[in-house]
């Protein structure tokens, strides 16, 4: 028997075309925790990646999303460069889907959706009225589903209008891109939501209105929303699933993933920091063993930087008014790289310590990511 307080968690999927990989590696990281999905919502590609949700093939979704191609999704040559892509959008109204379709017909199962327990959710607008249509699976007439999952996911003018019945439908991010009042409407107690960052309007009264929200977004660029790419969708999963993790306390970090408890939180941050301006690969799982040592490998490749940053720095005037001081930090910003940039302040710092100008708080708002990198350089002996 249900109890009044009994958890019902949503999980609302956003568009945004080829990042939806990213969704998927959420999926995995959810189901790896044990989180279970009551209520499932999404647009476009969030369409997709939903039914395969309610579906509850996570292997299979995964498979998708390696296999996926721009000459399998679009109806141009296999190789086609962006700009071939785009002659398709001009001269012809949008590309066609047909490769796409054959997807879906290959990996959604209408039948496990409808019967799967979870609530099923999609979003759909019609032309030429403009008008949302908002589409749980017992809206959607038996034999229809992939169809109004293809209307979702037609993101006019880039992608041709889908006809179903008479009725033209595009991409349902132009009434609602991450489908969260939809969720709503089915009274859950927590939320999930994964923004990619796809063209269209977000309800943030909805956002608001969210009970329990765990929000998923990455600080990483996605890629290009048209653009299939097999390596790209790969280390999307892999960056769905770690911030997945990080969302929900598992894993430590903003950029980059440590393994919880690795660094204290003022240190991760710091390392957060120093892995961004190295350029650390953001897929791995940091342990502190091995996030010193790729970073020592990233520090020995930029050596010629190191030299150049000490050379300035021991160059440089040591007594300088506050004023000056600002002024140079800012004009050592504008023209060095970020490596020479942190090795520098690393030096100052070195030599400073707890005294050195940069600590200051005018100073630190200047320079909020090369601070803390220095910082972490001085602390573990890289300077």
């Known amino acids: 028997m249900s109890g009044k307080n009994e958890k019902k968690t949503a999980l609302v999927l956003s568009g945004g075309g080829a990042r939806g990989a990213y969704e998927a590696g959420v999926w995995q990281a959810l189901t790896e925790l044990g989180i279970r999905i009551d209520i499932i919502t999404g647009t476009s590609v969030g369409a997709i990646n939903a039914a395969m949700v309610a579906q509850g093939e996570l292997e299979l979704a995964c498979s998708l999303w390696k296999e996926m191609e721009t000459h399998m999704v679009f109806d141009v040559p296999e190789g086609s460069q962006p700009i071939e892509y785009a002659r398709e959008i001009v001269f012809n109204h949008g590309a066609g889907t047909s490769g796409l379709k054959a997807l879906m017909e290959k990996y959604i199962d209408e039948e496990k959706v409808r019967q799967s327990p979870m609530e099923f959710g999609i979003t759909a607008v019609s032309l030429p ?25 037609s993101a006019f003018p880039a992608i041709h209008s889908y006809p179903i019945d008479g009725t033209e439908y595009i991409d349902g991010g132009y009434a609602d891109v991450l489908p969260m009042d939809m969720a709503l409407s089915k009274n859950p107690t927590h939320v999930i939501a994964v923004n990619l960052r796809g063209i269209g309007i977000i309800d943030q009264e909805a956002v608001k209105a969210a009970p329990n929200l765990v929000w998923i977004e990455t600080p990483w660029d996605l890629g290009l929303q048209f653009i299939f790419d097999i390596d790209n969708a790969r280390r999307l999963l892999r960056l769905g699933y770690l911030d997945a993790m990080k969302a929900f306390g598992v894993l430590d970090g903003h950029y980059y993933a440590f393994s919880h408890g690795t660094f204290d939180k003022t240190t991760v941050k710091m390392a957060d920091a120093c892995a961004k301006i190295f350029e650390m690969d953001p897929t791995l799982l940091y342990t502190k063993e091995i996030f010193l040592e790729k970073l020592s490998e990233a520090i020995a490749a930029s050596h010629a930087e190191a030299e150049e940053a000490l050379e300035s720095y021991r160059s440089a005037p040591r007594h300088r008014p506050v004023s000056e001081i600002k002024e140079l930090i800012k004009n050592i910003k504008s023209i060095a790289n970020q490596r020479v940039l942190t090795y520098i302040i690393a030096y100052a710092l070195k030599e400073k310590g707890q005294d050195s100008i940069l600590l200051t708080r005018p100073v630190f708002r200047l320079l909020s990511e090369q601070i803390p990198a220095a910082r972490f350089l001085v602390k573990y002996g890289f300077v």
């Open 129 to 153: 009225d403009f008008k949302p249509h908002l589409l749980f699976k017992e809206d959607i007439p038996p034999g229809k589903m992939i169809d109004y999952i293809m209307a979702s996911a």
